[in-house]
């Protein structure tokens, strides 16, 4: 656990978000510590995917900032932040394990493979090639490649997609444990979560008129 982690702070402000010509998400204003959860609601296509990756670093925004600590997250390569979105990411041709392995390496993380796939239930899929996983077994080999990152914030679209009861149940429970801890967990999804703790807001994304 990171001791400093309730220190941690993002800030958005003021953001507004285009799509081509469009204004899509306007004026979006929120800030978060350690131990804060987040649910972005709204329709579909109303812009919640461009808003986490805006927030993430991914898409720059027409107007506003994010401030992850401190620094813009569209100046600086932000560090801490994960952003899973709705494709898993994952090396077709390597194992779970290989695929691990990998992001391992570019995470520097000393959590252990096995350690990880058992958290996650895949541990007897663990020589399966990724091409070769079901939709939910890739989705569970996405949250052990999160918890492998060691990021103190999660931003999160649509994490329960292709899961069944128990995968959802798992979803809730690793964020449930990673607030806990003191991190930070933005979650976009048509229902909330269910153990998103006591910190816990709603941020809705309505139609921009004009």
């Not at 931003?155 to 997609?161: N, S, T, Y």
């Not at 444990?177 to 703790?197: D, F, N, Q």
């Amino acid at each position: 656990m990171n001791t400093n982690s309730h220190a941690d702070r993002i800030d958005v402000t003021g953001l507004d978000i285009l799509r081509g010509d469009r204004l899509l998400v306007e004026d979006v204003n929120f800030s978060m510590h350690g131990g804060d959860t987040l649910w972005v609601a709204g329709r579909n296509g109303i812009g919640k995917t461009s808003l986490l990756r805006c927030i993430a670093g991914l898409l720059r925004p027409a107007h506003g900032k994010v401030n992850w600590n401190g620094q813009d997250v569209h100046r600086h390569a932000p560090q801490g932040i994960a952003y899973q979105g709705h494709q898993d990411g994952h090396k077709p041709n390597l194992t779970a394990g290989e695929n691990l392995a990998f992001w391992k390496t570019i995470y520097k993380s000393d959590s252990e493979i096995s350690t990880v796939l058992d958290r996650v239930g895949l541990n007897d899929r663990a020589h399966v090639r990724a091409k070769g996983l079901s939709a939910g077994q890739s989705r569970r080999l996405a949250l052990a490649r999160l918890l492998l990152s060691g990021a103190r914030l999660w931003i999160l679209d649509e994490p329960a997609a292709a899961m069944d009861v128990a995968g959802q149940d798992l979803i809730d429970n690793l964020i449930a444990e990673h607030v806990a801890e003191g991190g930070l967990a933005m979650i976009a999804s048509h229902t909330p979560p269910r153990k998103i703790g006591k910190h816990s807001r709603v941020l809705t994304i309505g139609d921009v008129h004009g």
